[in-house]
């Protein structure tokens, strides 16, 4: 029993601490909201979208549209800021995406990131890359977005989250 | 499970101590990254460890059942890689056994750890399977392997393995593909086996899908078939079963199973198995970090 013991433990003091999970959340959807616009108020606008629109959504962006749901917040003075989920390697990344008056980027904040490499994705710089794009720019990597290494699965589906919102804001949002 | 816990505490007592203390050392120094996770037991992928990152794996393998007696191989695989670059990765491994052979046909009986080998292995990454449409990378591994991994008899084996490995993914990287196709030369294999050198082509399939956050499931096959001399078949065998995957933040741990769902050997009973080098069920545990 002793030896069992001695062999169990190791992966026992692994999978323990992981099993009872682990997520970092960076913003709340309050803060995201002030760190894009700050000193606006929002008004919640959650969307259903129909069939049609999503169809609509994929054709325009290329990107499955998952939910019917779209959570999205008007805001003041005009905008939209969107919150919404992409695949992660192992989890879902959350992130919020407000929009002009105008349909153009004016910032992307990472609210949940839970992958243990590519917190890069957080960096100013990195999220910076997106700030004007409209849903004529292409959002791919290794064209108008870098790429971070380690985590291209990551950095990829953040750029094609935010064109497919750009194409939810074309086709549902206006 | 009787069987399991006696060899395994055996194997306990003496084969994970090289392994084990690698493996703590590891498990000390884990902070945050990832890459090249394996999904599957034996098939790869073809990502790369990030520039400049690291990882280190432990496999705990059990091999068991032939044609009659009593047959519990384990192997105990400690390895560690290092990134070079993006698409450039190095990897040294210490390979150990224990067996407990009882009564099986051209074996002796046994129960004893045994030294495998060590193991370099450096692989390249073509194209990445996030970005292309296909990814590509090439795997090379050199080994020195002082005894067999069928029962333990002293050799002298070099061997030379390169591997292409394919990796596509689909439904947004939730349906992930592997298939590996490679060779392996071998020099030095008397006297294990009758003969010096051995040619063995090999591959692998993998499918598997994340049917929730952090967890995949999936099915794989491996195969290879030998040939003393590179002149003629000596066998052939293809294990198949499926895989469970969990990958968290700073661990991962892969478990498969593989069944002989078709074998056959020179001078063995035509009967679809092979157990003069092969065993019937393969079971493999994986553990791996990045830091």
């Known amino acids: ?174 | 499970m009787q069987f399991l816990s006696k060899s395994l505490v055996r194997a306990s007592r003496r084969s994970l101590g090289l392994g084990g203390a690698i493996f703590c050392a590891v498990l000390a120094t884990a902070t945050e990254s990832q890459a090249d996770e394996h999904l599957f037991g034996w098939v790869r992928g073809a990502e790369t460890l990030p520039g400049g990152h690291a990882d280190a794996y432990q496999f705990f393998t059990l091999r068991t059942g032939k044609a009659a007696g009593r047959y519990e191989a384990w192997d105990f695989d400690t390895e560690v890689e290092y990134g070079l670059s993006d698409k450039f990765q190095l990897g040294v491994s210490v390979e150990q056994h224990y067996f407990d052979i009882d009564n099986v046909e051209e074996l002796d009986n046994q129960n004893r750890y045994q030294f495998g080998g060590v193991e370099l292995s450096a692989k390249y990454r073509f194209l990445s399977p996030f970005k292309d449409k296909i990814g590509l990378a090439l795997r090379l591994e050199v080994a020195y392997l002082a005894q067999d991994d069928v029962a333990g008899i002293e050799q002298e084996e070099i061997d030379v393995a390169p591997e292409l490995v394919l990796h596509k993914n689909f439904l947004d990287d939730t349906l992930i593909t592997h298939f590996n196709i490679g060779g392996k030369f071998a020099w030095g294999k008397k006297p294990a086996e009758e003969y010096d050198r051995e040619l063995t082509i090999q591959g692998g399939l993998g499918v598997a899908y994340r049917f929730a956050p952090n967890w995949f499931i999936g099915l794989e096959s491996h195969w290879r078939s030998e040939f003393p001399k590179a002149d003629f078949h000596e066998h052939s065998v293809i294990f198949a079963g499926p895989s469970l995957h969990y990958g968290a933040e700073k661990w991962w741990a892969t478990l498969s199973y593989g069944y002989q769902v078709y074998g056959q050997g020179i001078d063995e009973p035509r009967n679809g198995k092979t157990y003069a080098e092969e065993a019937r069920n393969e079971v493999r545990l994986k553990v791996g970090f990045n830091f």
């Open chain 1, 1 to 174: 029993m002793n030896s069992w013991i001695k062999i169990l433990l190791p992966p026992a003091a692994i999978i323990g601490p992981a099993v009872a999970g682990y997520a970092t959340t960076y913003l709340s959807v309050e803060q995201a909201q002030r760190a894009i616009f700050p000193g606006a108020s929002f008004t919640a606008a959650t969307v259903k979208l129909t069939a049609e629109q999503k169809k609509a959504i994929e054709t325009a962006s290329g990107v499955r549209q998952r939910s019917d749901e779209v959570k999205a917040w008007r805001v003041s003075g005009g905008g939209w800021l969107i919150v919404d989920e992409v695949i992660g390697k192992h989890e879902y990344i959350t992130f919020a995406v407000g929009l002009t008056a105008n349909g153009a980027v004016r910032g992307v904040e990472i609210m949940d990131y839970r992958e243990s490499y590519g917190g890069e994705v957080r960096d100013p710089k990195w999220r910076a890359q997106f700030t004007g794009k409209t849903k004529a720019a292409p959002l791919k990597l290794d064209d108008d977005i870098k790429n971070i290494s380690g985590a291209t699965l990551s950095s990829r589906h953040i750029a094609e989250g935010v064109r497919r919102l750009l194409a939810i804001h074309a086709v549902a949002l206006q």
